[in-house]
């Protein structure tokens, strides 16, 4: 299958997205394990529970779109499970996709731009897909309104987002872990303070998963589903065109 990239679409611009691309150009060397460090691992086991529902919804999509691919662990699960005639990654740094690279076969295409304005035909993937990026989108109703474009008739959306548990008591333990531990421990060890202040800061103020199933539907995508895994901490959304 080929892909044709509109190279007028790339627009790194904004002078926010610039810090938050700043950010993980920084800390893209230590990114992978730092991240096993502070979710004591969990990161992996969500990443290979999200790949199994959603591929345990249909065996049939054979174009998958990963936004925010990072260094490519969600999208490295994605191809290990299976075989796929086209598989992009997109993310505006560079550090990150060289990382991606490594681990991901030939085969897959990475793209350097920003996910507000895909550089993707109309209906160009089956599956669009999203890991632990959703609290860096500017402009969520335009973002989801690209996804809902370069998605496919009855193509497929999952993002898989770190959220707020739900119960009191999971409230209770998590709320120092997300307020203290992590910027503290995340800045130290990245030696980006920065960084690790805007991951808690922006999970602690991000919109709940219903909020987002409410923008998806208002995106016009449909039938939005979620999935809470451990307590909350983390959640998997799942809607279609
Ligand atoms: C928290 S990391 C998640 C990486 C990967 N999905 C994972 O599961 O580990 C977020 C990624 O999204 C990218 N990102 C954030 N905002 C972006 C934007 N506006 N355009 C392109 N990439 C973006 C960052 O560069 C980073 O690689």
């Known amino acids: 299958m080929e892909l044709s990239i509109n190279s007028s679409r790339q627009n790194l611009a904004s ?14 060397s230590r990114y992978d394990w730092i991240n096993n460090f502070l979710s004591f691992r969990l990161d992996e086991l969500w990443r290979r529970e999200a790949v199994r529902l959603i591929l345990g919804e249909t065996g049939k999509d054979e174009s998958i779109l990963d936004l925010g691919v990072g260094t ?28 991606a690279r490594r ?20 209906g160009a993937f089956d599956l669009v897909v999203s890991s632990f990026t959703l609290r860096s989108v500017k402009d969520i109703p335009h973002f989801f309104g690209e996804v809902r474009r370069v998605l496919r008739p009855r193509g497929r959306v999952a993002f898989l987002c770190l959220t707020r548990p739900t119960r ?20 130290l060890l990245s030696r980006e303070p920065e960084a690790y202040r805007f991951l808690s800061e922006s999970i602690q103020t991000f919109i709940e998963p219903r909020e987002i199933a409410d923008e998806l539907q208002r995106s016009g995508l449909k039938s939005p589903s979620i999935f809470p895994f451990t307590f909350g901490i983390s959640t998997l959304i799942l809607a279609h065109k």
């Open 15 to 28: 002078p926010e997205k610039e810090t938050i691309r700043g950010f993980f150009e920084g800390i893209a």
């Open 168 to 187: 009191l008591i999971a409230r209770m333990v998590y709320a120092p872990y997300l307020k203290f531990y992590l910027p503290l421990a995340g800045g």
């Open 103 to 122: 681990q991901l076969p030939p085969s897959c295409m990475l793209v350097q731009a920003d996910i507000h304005d895909l550089p993707f035909e109309d």
């Open 72 to 99: 490519g662990k969600f999208l490295k699960e994605f191809v290990q499970t299976r075989s796929w005639q086209m598989v992009v990654g997109a993310d505006f740094a560079g550090e990150m996709l060289g990382r």
